[in-house]
Nanobody, 127 residues
Framework: QVQLVESGGGLVQAGGSLRLSCAPP????????MGWFRQAPGKEREFVAA????????YYADSVKDRFTISRGNAKNTVSLQMNSLKPEDTAVYYC????????????????????WGQGTQVTVSS
């Protein structure tokens, strides 16, 4: 069954912005840590950003730091990824994920640390 649903992907020119959002259709994830990953054709799924369940801490891949911002809604059951200054190398399918990481900061970038996933939304950045 559907666990998480991403939205907001699309086609944008380099230097532009997009805002992705993620929400669970049938359950509450307000007590879960949340993350964003992306996967380009022929490559492994890679970490983009993560946020604690309470929004107290955030983590970013070096490739997106200072350009992307992860945040949670007031109800803590949604998560967004604001992407600014987009580059062609940001082109990928972006996935939302949820997990209980128990404050282990070293696990936030690992795909295996997350238990629930969305189906992905395509982001394409043209030059």
């Amino acid at each position: 069954q559907v666990q998480l649903v991403e939205s907001g992907g699309g086609l944008v020119q380099a230097g532009g912005s997009l805002r992705l959002s993620c929400a669970p259709p049938g359950r509450t994830f307000s007590s879960y840590d949340m993350g964003w990953f992306r996967q380009a054709p022929g490559k492994e799924r890679e970490f983009v950003a993560a946020i604690w369940w309470n929004g107290a801490s955030t983590y970013y891949a070096d490739s997106v730091k200072d350009r992307f911002t992860i945040s949670r809604g007031n109800a803590k059951n949604t998560v967004s990824l604001q992407m600014n200054s987009l580059k062609p190398e940001d082109t990928a399918v972006y996935y939302c994920a949820a997990g209980r990481l128990f404050g282990n900061s070293g696990s936030y970038s690992h795909v295996s640390s997350y238990s629930y996933w969305g189906q992905g939304t395509q982001v394409t950045v043209s030059s």
